[in-house]
């Protein structure tokens, strides 16, 4: 009985933190309570606040490594169950087309879940290795243990 009301305690703390994360949240974003989705609106002057780099010699524009970091930030912030609806709006797009610059958005979310799943399998090969040492080092470790138990058994036997 005790483990069933551990439980729902932890619930009822998540629950409400959640309830809290959603409050504060809400404060900044309208919200849709019954369809549980924030509108999160990014302003841009130019689009090549967007960009990396000069744009002037770009036939498609690469998104910089700052604007994806920033939407990613703001997504990070809703919490599980809700939904985020982003929505950019640019006052003066400087010769590139919408669809351009949707493609170099996509392009760059892409490029980010790529970083992103290298990084997680180099820490997972990381955490392998020392594993593996660890492992190695407990096993030296515990023999040289033996061997001096022995070293001392003998010592008395004698």
């Known amino acids: 009985m005790p ?8 619930q009822n703390s998540s629950d409400i933190e959640m309830e809290q994360t959603v409050s504060k949240l809400a404060r900044y974003y309208r919200l849709d ?7 999160i609106p990014m302003h841009f002057k130019k689009a090549s606040d967007l960009f990396c780099g ?3 010699f770009m036939d498609e524009p690469k998104i910089s490594n700052k604007t994806t970091d920033m939407m990613v930030e703001l997504l990070n912030n809703i919490p599980l169950g809700y939904k ?13 087309s919408s669809r351009q610059i949707l493609r ?4 760059a979310l892409a490029f980010r879940h790529i970083r992103f799943v290298r ?3 180099r820490n997972g090969l990381h955490v392998g290795t020392l594993m593996v ?6 096993m030296s470790y515990s023999n040289q243990l033996n061997r001096l138990k022995r070293c001392k058994d003998q010592e008395l036997n004698v």
């Open 119 to 121: 990084e997680n399998k």
């Open 104 to 107: 170099g958005l996509n392009d």
């Open 33 to 39: 309570r019954k369809r549980k989705v924030f509108d």
């Open 133 to 138: 040492a660890g492992i190695s080092l407990r």
């Open 84 to 96: 985020a609806d982003l929505s950019i709006t640019i006052d003066d797009y400087e010769g590139f």
């Open 54 to 56: 000069n744009v002037d």
């Open 3 to 10: 483990d069933r009301n551990k439980r729902k305690l932890m």
